[in-house]
């Protein structure tokens, strides 16, 4: 959809669609019993199914405007932006349920989405078609490798379905993107501990209040953002220095994914500031 559509537009819908979905989840209770259940999982997975043009339409648009030797950065921030995220809207979430009830938590997430989409529509363009983008910025980064026309239309050659299924494949089976599949899952890993799993292991393991624990699961979401940015920036200077987008790409991921292992030690201590500190990692 992103090659055929565009990332404009296809992101676009996207938001509108998962934030319409989301909000739709605030009604599960005009349901009962199992019904709600049944509900509220179908909404869940319209969502995920929603969202999944994200990611690659994020990494679409970074490629489009940034040279390569910026693009590390540019990528940290939009995959990071998550952890920050938490921070903010996690003390909303929790005010909104205490004062107004759960399914008001779902209104206002999926209303502020719909507005972001429409937002989003206004504000986003192609680099050679944004106003503010003067030749000398577009030949800058086009020079750094920039796909600055990647979402114009071109004539559309019709492909045998042999051919697409040899190339579907040849990119399942390709080395590189084997490297990035075990990549995302370790991030996914390490980020969905922290966003579901953390907290109650805080209450539940650690004896925490869920007013403690809830101040110290916050935590390690804005070291994730930060460490995520700086991972970037060193990123693309790995590849100012080095030259190698081998060496530079996947150096801060390796190197996170071991700092990470420090958490394992969490288990045997049971100082509170040791395991806050043993998370940040």
């Not at 669609?17 to 709600?36: A, C, E, H, N």
């Not at 929603?50 to 590390?72: D, L, T």
């Not at 680099?127 to 239309?153: C, F, R, S, W």
């Not at 080095?242 to 994914?257: E, F």
Request: with cysteine; charged share 10%; proline share 4%.
């Amino acid at each position: 959809m992103l090659d055929h559509f565009g990332s404009k537009r296809v992101y676009f819908w996207s938001i509108f669609i998962w934030s319409m979905f989301t909000l739709l989840q605030g009604f599960v209770d005009i349901f009962s019993g199992f019904g709600i259940i049944v509900a509220l999982f179908t909404l869940r997975f319209l969502v995920g199914l929603a969202e999944a043009p994200s990611f690659p339409g994020n990494s679409r648009i970074v490629a489009a405007w940034f040279p390569a030797q910026e693009r590390g950065t540019a990528v940290s921030i939009f995959n990071s932006a998550q952890y920050f995220a938490t921070v903010i809207f996690a003390p909303i979430m929790g005010w909104l349920t205490h004062e107004v009830g759960w399914s008001h938590v779902f209104f206002f997430m999926g209303g502020l989405g719909i507005v972001i989409s429409f937002i989003w529509l206004k504000v986003i363009h192609e680099p050679n078609q944004h106003p503010g983008v003067n030749q000398k910025e577009l030949e800058y980064i086009a020079t750094g490798g920039a796909l600055i026309n990647m979402d114009q239309q071109n004539t559309k050659v019709k492909v045998p379905f042999s051919v697409k299924w040899g190339q579907i494949k040849q990119l399942l089976g390709s080395r590189m993107m084997i490297g990035v599949y075990i990549g995302q899952y370790c991030i996914n890993a390490l980020t969905y501990f922290f966003i579901t799993w953390f907290p109650v292991y805080l209450v539940q393991a650690r004896g925490m209040s869920i007013l403690k624990a809830g101040f110290v699961a916050s935590v390690p979401a804005v070291c994730g953002f930060i460490g995520g940015v700086l991972g970037g920036i060193i990123s693309d200077w790995l590849m100012r220095r080095t030259g190698s987008l081998n060496i530079a790409r996947k150096t801060p991921i390796v190197m996170g994914m071991l700092l990470s292992m420090v958490m394992v030690f969490c288990n045997y201590v049971n100082v509170e500031w040791m395991i806050s500190a043993g998370l940040l990692r």
